[in-house]
């Protein structure tokens, strides 16, 4: 089984600053994927970043980055120029073999203006 | 919008009914999740169906059941409601079945209220 840890249950940035989310995981798989979702009031969620964990160059897609750090099990969510629409809740994910997705708990994003 | 479509967007039942929730993936993928989203435990694995089997089963409970159909389309099946089956239930899908990086897309949602 993997588990996926979110130390940051709240966060907040100011308008055009850069914030970043922390996530661990623990798995015992040597092949795995690693990705952030978003969740605003919506309820809908949505794919921001996705990782190969056997790829060392971290993922990028615009204002969001990843910091992966695979020896540390280590998997952060940077978003740069932050804007008022990145408020929302932040999920990690991790995937097995099996495809199924383990999240952690969250970090809500408030972004103040 | 994901591709992911499911059905009915809310929902307010009564203790003890049954309900069903409906889900129909995105073109192609031939992988469908149920995930359960409740304020005290977060998101919740269900189960997984690739192309008509059950490929994994999570948290779900007795009472709950699901199956994939020939046209790939997904029914998860919730009886003898109780109130903290209150949830909002996700339907997610992949094209493929393992975890070779297929990225998993979410639909909207079915909101569940039992009262």
């Known amino acids: 089984a993997q588990t996926v840890t979110q130390s940051q249950p709240e966060m907040s940035v100011q308008e055009a600053e850069t914030v970043t989310l922390s996530c661990t995981y623990d798995t015992s798989e040597s092949d795995y994927y690693l990705f952030w979702y978003k969740q605003p009031p919506s309820r809908q969620m949505i794919l921001v970043i996705r990782q190969e964990a056997y790829k060392q160059q971290n993922a990028t897609e615009n204002r969001f980055s990843v910091n992966f750090q695979k020896a540390a099990k280590s998997f952060s969510l940077k978003i740069s120029d932050s804007q008022l629409g990145d408020a929302a809740m932040y999920f990690c994910?991790?995937?097995?073999?099996?495809?199924?997705?383990?999240f952690g708990r969250g970090t809500q994003l408030t972004v103040w203006p | 919008d994901s591709g992911v479509t499911q059905t009915p967007k809310h929902l307010i039942t009564a203790t003890g009914q049954r309900v069903t929730l409906r889900c129909s993936p995105r073109?192609?993928?031939?992988?469908v999740y149920w995930y359960q989203q409740s304020l005290d435990q977060g998101l919740q694995f269900l189960i997984q169906y690739y192309n008509g089997e059950e490929r994994a089963k999570g948290n779900i409970l007795e009472r709950f059941s699901a199956q994939q159909f020939p046209d790939l389309h997904s029914e998860l099946n919730l009886s003898s409601l109780e109130l903290g089956d209150s949830a909002l239930y996700f339907c997610a899908s992949s094209i493929g079945s393992s975890g070779d990086g297929n990225t998993i897309y979410f639909g909207e949602g079915s909101w569940l209220t039992v009262v």
């Open positions: 994910g991790s995937s097995s073999t099996l495809g199924r997705l383990y």
């Open positions: 073109s192609g993928d031939l992988s």
